[in-house]
């Protein structure tokens, strides 16, 4: 029996499930962390990896919550990152669909806050634009975190 559980595994499921499923996000590369599948894909949204190896793909803290010895409260940001490529190298056109993909990220959330029962509340905090050009077009990439308040399993 485990004595102490922290929530974020079953956020992140949450989080992909919620993802996967929303009709804003239709035909959309769903990826649970830094998983490689689909490297032609122009449109993809990643769930616990913000991008880059060198970032945590959760940050936050656990402390008690008023007088009780169990369960703690925690707090967390669970980094995710959208990203389009516009093979035309249209800027505005790759900024305005990526901001779209976050928009439908931020509505299946809403659709239930609790990413099934994982957590009390998942919000979108924090958003970071990146745009590149290369050979391939334009890429707009949206780092955003889903701020997450749970208790842990006693």
Known sequence: MIAW???VPAAIDGLVAAFTT???LAGVVVLDGPEVREP???EVVSVGYPGADDEFAVDGSVSADGMASSPDLE???VQCAAAVLDGSGN???ARQRVY???AACGE???RDRTLGGAVLQATIGSTSLRQTQDSRGVTATVVFSV???AFTSP
């Open 5 to 7: 559980e922290s929530t």
């Open 22 to 24: 929303a009709e804003g």
């Open 40 to 42: 032609s894909a122009m």
């Open 75 to 77: 707090r967390y940001s």
């Open 91 to 93: 800027v505005r056109a």
């Open 100 to 102: 779209a993909l976050v």
């Open 108 to 110: 299946a959330i809403a």
């Open 147 to 149: 701020d997450c308040d």
